[in-house]
């Protein structure tokens, strides 16, 4: 990568980043070897730092010390400020941060204390007097008598870098409180100040964290309305309490402890482990490992198997799960039952439990349904044991309605092979037949069975002849219809057949042109490879809806099927009209999302744009999506607008809830949505008041007269003013350009970089994208990239001023810019003035930017402070395992005497 190259869009995202580490005291961490550190002029490592209102704060001192001590060198040279910190930073507005024994205050230029030290960290003033300070974990806002003005909330980082360049907006990063939006009544939970974490509900109550420092908070719980029915300082407790009925189970030291909804303690005895239950029950573990299911008194009902598992799962009106002893089912009432088993295994069905024993080839123990009805006979289950089983997805039934659209539980294969299959039946009894030789596995009613004759019919959930055995072969039902094979004794032929059997009238034309069925639809497809065309066959109406004429059709679900037309995709009604009409734009497939609403995508990438369609009349609830919408309860869905942010749609594709902020993470629970948001950034002004709402996801570098700064959102960017606005609409990805009144866009259809003014207008194009070189800008000129990546300059009318030659080239500082020339001069750094004239002739490994016509370099590895002229005012040396300062010619200016390698100041030590 060019050293250039950094200077890029994302270059200007991350300046601000990048100058905490300059800007932010940050406590010192140099060892013995601190001196070897000190070899650059720039970056982390860097011992000397620019100047800043005449001063450069440099370091100095002994290596024999665990770290140096900072001074400030004036620009002749001479030490101003002795050095006595253990951390400095540059002049602004008068003063300097600075640190001693681990805390921060400000000295004046003479080195005078004007704010003792007594900070955790410190930032510079602006101009305005203003400056922020971390104290006590605290975000806070001092004048320059060292008031404090403002204390910002807990949730504020206090990692900020404060006001960047004396700017009067600081770059602040916020924790963002959670939100609970309902949908069934399209209002969003109203929260007290300083929430820091929601949970689900319980027992009717939402878990609230009330934040009391920066990372930590008490819990309580608010009641529908957002008032506190449990007040987080009546229960204090750090953990999630868990609430069942009037008694909260709450984690102390000494394990868990019950207190009442006021704080008071309900019980002595603390628990390793609880589990909320029903009814106001609960299930503990005691602190010697007992478990016990205690009432809603905290009575003890009963003692529970060893080794239940802590993480009981609810199943219709039980709580179920494993033990030692097999598997436990605690229901109301307390009722608990035990279905013994070694090595239990339970797997949880819709309407019934599984429970089986044994690591290999586990044997079935018994089936329970919701009821807690034991299915299984001891008969049964000593017949079960020359079986092999296999589940069907069937469901147990106490009576035998509608049996025939239902499967078996499971198919039984013999162990005996001389014996015929069998089913379990939804009342879960063995069912066979002699006449059986063989049943399919199928996952829709009915189950298909092939006789000892040959024939095939198919059975209902308690084995009975649903179709008889009269045809050759049945294909697998898809709805209404299935295949079914027909001889005559001498030829096969394929029909369709209904659920009971019947064969459906449909011409021989049509059944040789069907490619598929779909409820009650037949596709049909005529002609071959590409001129093949797809149709649709009604089979009751015994019609053609419509001929073949489209590329391919998918089969149909919830009324509407997708359709090929050309190359694009849309959806079709069962009408075989549009529903939703194919667009040659779309990326990919309509994808269905319930509710006859289908998603739809444009672009790729970062480019990706989706939006909701209806298929009832073709219109969208909701376009330019960032990403795929997530269904909320019935009729809504949680959307993320192309302009930022998350909300909440209705299913009439109206807005009923929405936030600015780009949401972290969301749960949703049916009707409820939990949006955590995380840190965000936004802009305090010097009261402390927010400019910038703390919606974006980066630090933001305001810059210019008009404090301009590229914000991040969304994995979009966007240039916003002071107050969060987008001063330039049409380029809304522009970076402003310092000391030029211009921005920087890119045109990624033309592959160019587009200058333009503060209104937006254009005034020159260059080829590349990023091939002006933002972070660059400077003194009325900016940098470009040309297409061998090599660099020059143009100004603010766009013209060429200095030519791309230079392999790297920093900002114009000072009327001087470094630059490297390898074809010329090697990889070492000189500078240049605004002609592209080398002014400083390229002498230094490592060079820094002009400031206060100063700069430092590092020439022959002595690090020097050089003027515009190239003229050497100062050098910083090791001698004697000693950092020093000497003049041009190596006489010592600090320490005032020159030291010996003995340590006596005797002379020049070499």
Same mark, same amino acid.
């Given at each position: 990568?060019?050293?250039a190259?950094?200077?890029t869009?994302a ?47 440099v ?129 969003? #939970? ?21 934040r009391?420092?920066r990372?930590?908070?008490y819990?309580?719980?608010l009641d ?5 029915a449990?007040?987080?300082m ?23 402890? $019950?207190i009442?909804r ?14 909320? #239950?029903?009814?106001?029950n609960?299930?503990?573990?005691t ?25 009981l ?16 089912m ?40 919701? *009821? ?10 000593k017949a ?31 162990s ?22 063989a049943?399919?596995s199928?996952?829709a009613?009915?189950?298909?069975? *092939? ?12 084995g ?8 050759v072969?049945?294909?697998? $039902? ?26 459906m ?9 069907a ?9 049909t ?6 001129q ?17 004429v ?21 959806v ?18 309509p ?13 790729t990438?970062?480019?990706?744009r ?6 009832e009349?073709?219109l ?31 299913g009439?594709g ?15 629970e049916?009707?409820r949505?939990?949006l ?35 914000a991040q ?32 866009d ?31 800008a ?6 470009? *990239? ?6 020059g ?81 100062a ?20 320490p ?13 030590g070499?």
């Open positions: 990568m060019h050293h190259e950094h200077f869009r270059g200007a995202l991350s300046a601000l980043a990048l100058a905490i580490n300059a800007i932010f005291l940050f406590p010192a961490s140099a060892d013995e070897g601190w001196l070897k550190g000190c070899t650059h002029v720039q970056g982390e490592q860097a011992c000397q730092q620019p100047f800043q209102q005449g001063l450069s704060p370091l100095l001192g002994s290596g024999k010390e665990k770290q140096g001590s900072w001074g400030y060198l004036d620009t002749t040279g001479h030490l101003a400020i002795d050095p006595a910190f253990s951390d400095a930073q540059g002049f602004s507005n008068g003063l300097a941060a600075v640190a001693q024994n681990g805390r921060y205050g400000y000295i004046d230029q003479r080195g005078n204390w004007v704010i003792p030290a007594r900070f955790s960290r410190a930032t510079p003033f602006n101009a305005e007097g203003t400056a922020l300070v971390e104290a006590d974990g605290r975000l806070l806002l001092i004048d320059k008598q060292g008031a404090v003005t403002r204390t910002l909330p807990f949730a504020v980082n206090p990692e900020s870098a404060g006001f960047v360049g004396g700017q009067s907006l600081a770059s602040v990063q916020m924790q963002i409180a959670p939100a609970l939006w309902q949908a069934d009544t399209n209002r969003a #939970l109203a929260l007290p100040d300083d929430v820091m974490a929601l949970e689900a509900p319980q027992s009717g109550l939402t878990p609230v964290q009330q009391d420092s990372t930590s908070g819990w309580g719980y529908e309305t957002g008032r506190w449990i007040e987080p009546s229960i204090k407790s750090r953990t999630l309490p868990v609430l069942n009925g009037d008694t909260l189970a709450v984690q102390g030291k000494n394990g868990w402890a $019950f009442n006021q704080g008071a303690v309900r019980s002595k005895q603390t628990y390793k482990a609880v589990t909320a #239950l029903p009814e106001g609960w299930l503990v573990t602190q010697e490992g007992a478990r016990q299911l205690l009432n809603a008194a905290l009575e003890k009902q009963q003692d529970l198997p060893a080794g239940l598992d802590a993480t799962r609810p199943w219709h009106q039980w709580w179920v799960g494993t033990s030692d002893q097999g598997v436990v605690i229901g109301p009432q307390n009722s608990v039952q035990l279905i013994k088993a070694d090595n239990a295994r339970l797997d949880i069905q819709p309407q019934a439990l599984w429970i089986t024993q044994g690591k290999e080839n586990p044997r079935l123990v018994q089936i329970v349904d919701s *009821r807690g009805v034991s299915l299984l006979s001891e008969a049964t289950l079960l044991a020359g079986y092999q089983v296999k589940l069907l997805g069937g469901q147990p039934s106490p009576d035998d309605a509608q049996a025939e659209q239902r499967l078996p539980l499971a198919v039984l294969t013999p005996d092979k001389k014996q015929p299959p069998a089913l379990l039946t939804a009342h879960g009894e063995i069912f066979s037949d002699p006449q059986w030789a049943i399919e199928d996952t009613a009915p189950l298909r069975i *092939r006789t000892q004759t040959q024939k095939t019919g198919a059975v209902d959930a308690n009975q002849w649903v179709i008889p055995p009269q045809f072969q049945i294909q697998p $039902f898809e709805g209404a219809y299935g295949w079914a094979t027909v001889t005559d004794g001498k030829t096969e032929s394929r029909r369709i057949i209904d659920r009971s059997g019947n064969v009238d449909v011409p021989t034309r049509t059944l040789q042109m490619k598929g069925l779909s409820g009650g639809l037949l596709l497809a005529a002609g071959e490879g590409a093949q065309r797809w149709g649709l066959w009604d089979i009751a109406g015994k019609r053609e809806i419509i001929a073949p489209y590329e391919q059709i998918e089969p149909f679900s919830n009324g509407y099927a997708l359709a090929r037309s050309g190359t694009a995709w849309g079709i009604n069962p009408a075989g009209g549009w529903a939703i009409a194919p667009d040659a734009e779309q990326s990919e497939k994808l269905a999302m319930g509710n006859g609403l289908y998603l739809t995508t444009t672009g990438g970062e480019a990706r989706y939006q909701l369609v209806s298929a009349n073709g969208p609830l909701a376009e330019d999506l960032l990403e795929k919408p997530r269904a909320v309860g019935r009729d809504h869905w949680l959307v993320k607008p192309a302009e930022g942010g998350v909300a909440l749609l209705d009439e109206r807005t009923v809830m929405a936030k600015a902020v780009p949401v972290e993470k969301a749960n949703i049916g009707d949505v939990l955590n948001f995380g840190q965000r950034f936004g802009a305090i002004n010097a009261q402390g008041e927010w400019q910038v709402a703390p919606i974006y996801t980066a630090p933001l570098a305001f810059t210019g007269p008009r404090q301009w700064a590229v959102r969304d994995q979009r960017t966007t240039l916003i003013d002071s107050h969060g606005g987008q001063p330039i609409p049409d380029a809304p990805g522009a970076v402003p350009l310092v000391g030029m009144v211009r921005v920087a890119n045109d990624p259809a033309a592959q160019q970089s587009v200058l333009r003014d503060f209104s937006g207008r254009e005034i020159q194009r260059f080829a590349g994208l990023d091939s002006l070189v933002t972070a660059t400077s003194e009325g000129l900016v940098g470009l *990239r040309g297409a061998d990546n090599r660099y300059f143009v100004n603010a009318e766009g013209k060429t001023v200095v030519a791309p030659a230079f392999d790297q080239l920093g900002p114009l500082k000072n009327a001087r810019a470094r630059a490297v020339k390898r074809a010329t001069f090697g990889p070492l750094n000189g500078y240049i003035d605004k002609t592209g004239r080398f002014v400083i002739k390229p002498a230094y490994s490592d060079a820094g930017e002009f400031s206060d016509h100063r700069a430092w370099v590092v020439h022959k590895g002595v690090t020097q402070m050089i003027d515009t002229n190239g003229k050497v005012q050098q910083l040396l090791v001698r004697c395992n000693q950092r020093i300062v000497t003049d041009a010619k190596g006489h010592p200016v600090w005032a005497k020159a030291v010996t390698c003995a340590g006596s100041p005797q002379g020049a070499k």
